[in-house]
């Protein structure tokens, strides 16, 4: 299996920007297709964005489409989220998560086998 472990999470004002990591150990990270998500106090954890093994492949949820960014290097076994222009409703503990992937090309909303333990991510008003 594989273990992941999220970091870059902090306190931003909103309108700024953050880059969060996810190191991955253990398995043939680029086996992996990987994904972002995020739990805000009192709600569900909900899905932000996906990549597919070769990192050719993208998907965004809608509340985060053209100010996120996911992309992956798998010579360094990491997946980032690059986030922009913060919202004080992106105030959320995030998390990474991976699955096995036949095709290098497939991305998944769900569901996922591997999660790290979350970095929080707190916007200011």
């Known amino acids: 299996q594989v273990q992941l472990e999220e970091s870059g999470g902090r306190l931003v004002q909103a309108g700024g920007s953050l880059s969060l990591s996810c190191a991955a150990s253990?398995?043939?990270?680029?086996?992996?297709?990987m994904g972002w998500f995020r739990q805000a106090p009192g709600k569900e954890r909900e899905f932000a964005a996906a990549?597919?093994?070769?990192?050719?492949?993208?998907d965004y949820a809608d509340s985060v489409k053209g100010r996120f960014t996911i992309s992956r290097d798998n010579a360094k076994n990491t997946v980032y989220l690059q986030m922009n222009s913060l919202k004080p409703e992106d105030t959320a503990v995030y998390y990474c998560?991976?699955?096995?992937?036949?095709?290098?090309?497939?991305?998944?909303?769900?569901?996922?086998?591997?999660w790290g333990q979350g970095t929080q991510v707190t916007v200011s008003s």
């Open positions: 998560a991976g699955r096995e992937a036949i095709y290098r090309t497939s991305i998944f909303r769900g569901p996922y086998d591997y």
């Open positions: 990549i597919s093994r070769s990192g050719g492949s993208t």
């Open positions: 253990g398995r043939t990270f680029s086996d992996y297709a």
